[in-house]
């Protein structure tokens, strides 16, 4: 196998211009975007996607979740493909490069092989992971657990949106849903790369992350039930506001996170309250509790105390809840030689570095059950995401693809 000199890069500014182009697909409201999964939106980022790998001379497939992926040739066609991508839907005010970066990251990739006229024994497919984000239809990395075995197709495909439209039908709406069986495709290895999320990397000055570790995540969706009543002439004893017992759980979730400090984390980001009308007294709140750490004992031991927390609660006050598992996964330890092929690639490369657990959850954590995985991270500003004022700098997106680049190649074997 040819060996990999350090002044092996991608074009940083054709990687640039790719994300900005993407960014103009799903513009959000203050300069983020809002391409949410099976959307118009996200329809249209798949075909610009599409467009450039068909450039790139990928052949292009695609599953029965919509996931897609772009094939290069290597010189060896029986040879198991190294994979590299990401997802390219985004949260409502999501930003531009969660996900993104990690997908056209891997298309440069291509572009830069292609520009050099390096041939690799393994061939390497760029993929796009439908409805990583879950916020549209939960649960979050929904396509690559189908494809791990986590989810049955027809329970994915059955998932609703607020609007009550189902995943599957929304998927065949925007004509993205392909006649590949989900999960057929064998690894020799995955590879993401993605933006932190969180704030390690840029105060601490490393330009890039090595990811040995994610957090696990649960998900419980938590319905609470009291009484609709007047919030003018209803007396104060007399009423059975399920507002109020959501606050009082949210604050014992507060607690509870606080209690395993400093990695575990809690809190609910998706809250309906019903009827919703300013002189209603909420007769029933449904939210979803997001609790996470990187041992799973914790997050067990946070799970059993919500339940039990929130049915005190609601019992005191005389009123009902009910409770829904509608996500999780357990800590992930990365493959450990596709984490040193990381490694050597930020040393070779003279990138500072450090290990990382991920906080949040990536298709990663899902493809790590199936095939030899690891991750690359790249600081962001202030560690913010899931928020449209998300930032990176070109250098950290360029320092993270030419990692991406040189763990991939010498996973995918160079030879010529
Ligand atoms: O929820 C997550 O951690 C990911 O951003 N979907
Ligand atoms: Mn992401
Ligand atoms: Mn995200």
Redesign the pocket.
């Known amino acids: 196998m040819a060996t990999i000199g350090a002044n092996l890069k991608i074009n940083s500014d054709r990687l640039w211009d790719s994300l900005m182009e993407m960014a103009k697909i799903g513009p959000g409201v203050a300069g983020g975007n809002n391409r949410q999964t099976v959307t118009d939106e996200d329809g249209q980022g798949r075909h610009l996607f599409q467009d450039w790998c068909k450039a790139a001379g990928c052949t292009m497939g695609l599953d029965q979740m919509g996931n897609m992926f772009a094939r290069r040739e290597g010189t060896d066609p029986d040879a198991l493909p190294v994979y590299v991508g990401s997802h390219l839907d985004t ?1 409502p005010t999501g930003g531009k490069y ?1 996900g993104v970066l990690g997908v056209l990251g891997g298309l440069e990739i291509i572009r830069t092989l292609n520009d050099l006229g390096i041939k690799t024994k393994h061939p390497i497919v760029v993929t796009n992971w439908t409805n ?3 916020t549209r239809f939960a649960p ?2 929904l396509a690559s657990g189908v494809f791990a075995g986590m989810h049955t197709q027809d329970w994915a495909y059955g998932r609703t949106d607020a609007e009550g439209k189902t995943f599957g039908a929304e998927l065949e709406r925007i004509g993205w849903k392909g006649d590949e069986k989900v999960g057929d495709r064998k690894m020799h290895a995955f590879f993401e790369l993605h933006i932190e ?1 969180g704030p390690i990397l840029e105060a601490e000055g490393k330009d890039i992350g090595v990811v040995t570790h994610g957090q696990g ?1 649960s998900w419980t969706q938590v319905t609470v039930t009291g009484k609709e009543s007047h919030t003018g002439s209803t007396p104060m004893p007399m009423r059975k506001n399920a507002g109020l017992a959501m606050a009082r759980i949210l604050d014992k979730v507060e607690e509870i996170a606080l209690s395993h400090a400093p990695h575990a984390v809690g809190a609910a980001g998706h809250i309906d309250v019903y009827p919703n009308s300013r002189n209603v007294i909420p007769g029933k709140v449904v939210f979803t509790v ?1 609790l996470r750490s990187p041992n799973l004992a914790v997050i067990e031991d946070m799970e059993a105390r919500l339940h039990a927390e929130a049915r005190k609660i609601v019992d005191d006050m005389g009123m009902t809840v009910e409770f829904e598992k509608v996500g999780g996964f357990d800590p992930v330890t990365f493959d450990a030689g596709c984490v040193t092929a990381v490694r050597n690639a930020a040393e070779r490369l003279g990138y500072s570095h450090r290990d990382l657990i991920s ?4 298709d990663a954590c899902w493809i790590n059950r199936t095939a030899p995985t690891a991750m690359v991270m790249c600081p962001c500003v202030d560690g913010l ?2 928020n449209e004022a998300e930032d990176i700098s070109q250098e950290w997106a360029a320092a993270g693809a030419d990692v991406l680049l040189h763990a991939v190649v010498e996973t995918a074997e160079i030879v010529a």
């Open positions: 949260q969660d990583e984000e879950g979050a990395m999320q995540l997001d906080g949040a959850g990536h995401s899931h």
